[in-house]
T-cell receptor, first 111, second 113 residues
Framework: TQLLEQSPQFLSIQEGENLTVYCNSSSVFSSLQWYRQEPGEGPVLLVTVVTGGEVKKLKRLTFQFGDARKDSSLHITAAQTGDTGLYLCAGAKEYGNKLVFGAGTILRVKS | NAGVTQTPKFRVLKTGQSMTLLCAQDMNHEYMYWYRQDPGMGLRLIHYSVGEGTTAKGEVPDGYNVSRLKKQNFLLGLESAAPSQTSVYFC????????????FGDGTRLSIL
């Protein structure tokens, strides 16, 4: 059983479209991180959110942490082919030593 | 600026063979982690270390052992490889607690025949 559920598992869209990826849990996390992974490489951190209701923007990417700190979303505006990759959310418990990862969302942006 | 380096990058083993995966980081990080990544299952924590000389079990530790004799190195051992251990293995390091970003290596692709 995955502690962090990501949806959708796979998303294939045309360049220029908008999309949202969700990361949900029944557990409360002190912080949540989003990573992006390209084939043959390790995950790379995009953002960390730590406050309930927090919204962070990274160019065309908008990240939101739920008010209750149980869920998060990643919204991409006007997707580009370079956004193609595996997006992973990962949660940390307060004073925890480790992260719990979701199964990931595979995003394919077609030109 | 190497970051996290994993060796080897690829390996094929026969069932029952043993091997050690090496992870080295040059960022003076305290925490180091070993994960395995399988299709549809994300990253699952095998073992981790919160400092030199310490190790702890993660979510899927069975069949693996680890050692952290030096701060910069974290070794993952498979004593008797099984086909179920075919996976991509990632090492990561972080400055301290899990709220800090984790820096990942590029992975070791391991096939057990």
């Amino acid at each position: 059983t995955q502690l962090l559920e990501q949806s959708p598992q796979f998303l294939s869209i045309q360049e220029g479209e908008n999309l949202t990826v969700y990361c949900n849990s029944s557990s409360v996390f002190s912080s949540l991180q989003w990573y992006r992974q390209e084939p043959g490489e390790g995950p790379v951190l995009l953002v960390t959110v730590v406050t309930g209701g927090e919204v962070k923007k990274l160019k065309r990417l908008t990240f939101q942490f739920g008010d209750a700190r149980k869920d998060s979303s990643l919204h991409i505006t006007a997707a580009q082919t370079g956004d193609t990759g595996l997006y992973l959310c990962a949660g940390a418990k307060e004073y925890g030593n480790k992260l719990v990862f979701g199964a990931g969302t595979i995003l394919r942006v077609k030109s | 600026n190497a970051g996290v380096t994993q060796t080897p990058k690829f390996r094929v083993l026969k069932t029952g063979q043993s091997m050690t995966l090496l992870c080295a980081q040059d960022m003076n990080h305290e925490y180091m982690y070993w994960y395995r990544q399988d299709p549809g299952m994300g990253l699952r924590l095998i073992h981790y270390s919160v400092g030199e000389g310490t190790t702890a079990k993660g979510e899927v530790p069975d069949g693996y052992n680890v050692s952290r004799l030096k701060k910069q190195n974290f070794l993952l051992g498979l004593e008797s490889a099984a086909p179920s251990q075919t996976s991509v293995y990632f090492c990561a390091s972080s400055q301290d607690r899990a709220v800090q970003p984790q820096h990942f290596g590029d992975g070791t692709r391991l096939s057990i025949l």
